[in-house]
């Protein structure tokens, strides 16, 4: 029997799939709960990546990728080849190569430094050299990127979904905690990644979770309560509870009753958009008795929820009005809107145009499954081959907007975070873009106008004939703390429950699950220390 894996290394996890080379099944599926790098986003990865070395940071990947190897139960000694895809950060981290080129946003910096960027042209290595174990005659398959900005993620999102071949302006998102977007207006290609923040795939959530079996990942109102669903072991979405979100009582019991052990991205913006249409949620406010929504087990939904959900959201609607502004158009222009990515297939597209998620003005949405896995796929079965990739990428003509230095970028921003953190209603929205000099938003269109498809059933294919497993990426670094007293406050801080302080014979040491920790944007543990003695960066792997 010989094997290929499609591998994923997305910003908030990795998901993988073996397959049979020669009758194309797919055999096994598996997927971290959470990115073994320390950090919510890849900023932080990279950060994390700068601050300990590269070598440490890649060694925590390639350690959570040969454990997940081991999960999918094949004979790894098989594999003979390992299709990867990802953002240039997330593929220089798992390649080791010179990340600070993308580190840096202006070209002079990199200069002054004497950075040199590496090649992202695309290569095949052997598995071996990089440290992925068991498989000794396996090649590893990397794409190429566009430009350093521009990755693998991104030409998959546009090849899988034929967005190129498209007539009339239009829209991809791959959404995510890096959400990459590609606007095409007349063959021209504007590309974008706004750093949503990880809410939009469960994380940063009190309850939330990446789309896996047990999560619950819609709800829809009706006149005697709200329906959850929850994602089953295939990872298709069945009906769950019928509930009263003001107490969480069971109205009636689903299929999926008492399978809910957290709430995906999408169902945090199904609950968001629930609440404002019913108008229990005003802004990130929920107007309860306890200021929780209470969902099906138990899961709840807090103000904190709320107003992480609308930060990412907020991000993606800068970042399409950012793009529209570069192209010279605006919103009436751009009538479709492809989404791709877990939580672009799971989301329901209404709910996702009226809270903010869609590009405004689209009156047409289309919804793919993981386009990185996709792509991966292909080109584990000679469907894409690397040098059509490369002749791809460099025909791509594109133009990258960089929204970290873009000022129309930052305007809108101040106008999505008073919205969404400071209570001005949504009716001043169009006020406040008059004073950045920016155009009015039409009216959204209605529900009724709008048409939609969804192209999967599942995010990953084929999973109802192979469940998937799931695993926890991390690994515990540790070191002992000199001054430290045994208060436990950092513990009591820690919003992930990713640290532990224990005492040996020769002192107090602290232990933390890379997985879980917040990294360098949190450090909300160092804060606290009353002696100053706990420093994260300075902990190392369990040997």
Same mark, same amino acid.
């Given at each position: ?34 990115h073994?790098i ?15 070395g ?11 990728i ?8 094949i ?25 600070r ?12 430094l ?14 071996s ?29 546009m ?5 190129l ?8 998102v791959?959404?995510g ?64 509870d ?17 399978k ?30 306890? +200021?929780? %929504? #209470? =969902?099906? $087990?138990?899961?709840? *939904?807090?103000?904190? @929820? &709320?107003?992480? /959900? ?8 800068? +970042?399409? %009005? #950012? =793009?529209? $502004?570069?192209?010279? *158009?605006?919103?009436? @222009? &751009?009538?479709? /809107? ?42 584990i ?39 969404w ?17 920016i ?40 070191g002992?703390?000199?001054g ?7 513990v ?48 190392r792997?369990?040997?």
């Amino acid at each position: 029997m010989r094997y290929g894996i499609a591998l994923d290394l997305g910003t908030s996890g990795f998901r993988c799939q073996a397959v049979e080379l020669d009758s194309k099944k797919t055999v096994a599926t598996a997927v971290t709960e959470r990115h073994p790098i320390p950090g919510m986003n890849v900023i932080d990865h990279v950060n994390y990546a700068m601050e300990v070395g590269e070598d440490l940071a890649n060694g925590l990947m390639i350690t959570a990728i040969n454990n997940l190897f081991k999960e999918l139960n094949i004979d790894l000694s098989k594999v003979e080849i390992i299709a990867v895809c990802g953002n240039p950060f997330q593929l220089s981290l798992f390649q080791n190569i010179e990340i600070r080129d993308l580190a840096y946003a202006g070209k002079n910096k990199v200069k002054a430094l004497g950075i040199v960027s590496p090649d992202r042209n695309g290569a095949v290595i052997d598995a071996s050299s990089i440290g992925i174990l068991g498989m000794p005659g396996a090649k590893v398959i990397i794409p190429p990127a566009v430009t350093h900005e521009i990755g693998a993620d991104a030409i998959a999102m546009m090849l899988m979904t034929d967005i190129l071949d498209e007539k009339q302006p239009c829209i991809v998102v791959d959404y995510g905690t890096n959400a990459e977007m590609a606007l095409v207006v007349n063959g021209n290609i504007y590309t974008g990644s706004a750093a949503a923040g990880p809410a939009l795939e469960g994380q940063q959530i009190e309850r939330g979770m990446l789309a896996a079996p047990g999560a619950l990942s819609e709800i829809t109102v009706t006149d005697k309560g709200w329906r959850c669903y929850v994602l089953d072991d295939t990872i298709a979405v069945q009906e769950g509870d019928l509930i009263d979100p003001f107490t969480g009582k069971v109205i009636e019991e689903g299929p999926m009753h008492g399978k809910a052990v957290g709430i995906t991205g999408t169902g945090v913006i199904a609950a968001l958009a629930s609440g404002m249409k019913t108008g229990v949620i005003k802004n990130s406010h929920i107007l309860t008795d306890d +200021g929780y %929504l #209470t =969902l099906q $087990d138990g899961i709840r *939904i807090s103000s904190k @929820d &709320v107003e992480e /959900a609308g930060k990412a959201i907020g991000a993606l609607r800068c +970042g399409f %009005l #950012t =793009l529209l $502004d570069a192209a010279g *158009i605006w919103v009436e @222009d &751009v009538k479709k /809107a492809y989404m791709s990515g877990a939580s672009g297939l799971y989301v329901d597209p209404i709910k996702a145009m009226e809270v903010g998620m869609v590009i405004p003005g689209a009156t047409e949405i289309v919804q793919f499954g993981n386009t990185s896995i996709g792509m991966a796929r292909k080109i584990i079965f000679g469907e894409i081959t690397l040098d059509e990739l490369k002749v791809f990428a460099k025909k791509l003509l594109a133009q990258h907007v960089m929204f970290a230095t873009s000022d129309m970028f930052k305007n809108l921003y101040s106008v999505e975070y008073s919205f969404w953190c400071g209570d001005m209603p949504f009716s001043e929205y169009n006020n406040m873009l008059e004073i950045y000099g920016i155009k009015p938003l039409p009216p959204f269109p209605k529900p009724e106008d709008i048409k939609h498809k969804r192209l999967a059933v599942r995010d990953l294919p084929d999973t109802e004939e192979c469940k998937v497993k799931i695993i926890h990426a991390g690994t515990i670094t540790t070191g002992k703390l000199d001054g430290c007293i045994g208060c436990k406050s950092c513990v009591k801080e820690c919003p992930e429950k990713a640290l532990s302080i224990v005492k040996k014979d020769d002192g107090q040491y602290a232990e933390i699950m890379t997985d879980r920790c917040g990294g360098t944007a949190c450090r909300r543990c160092e804060r606290v220390c009353p002696n100053s003695c706990l420093h994260t960066l300075d902990l190392r792997p369990v040997a």
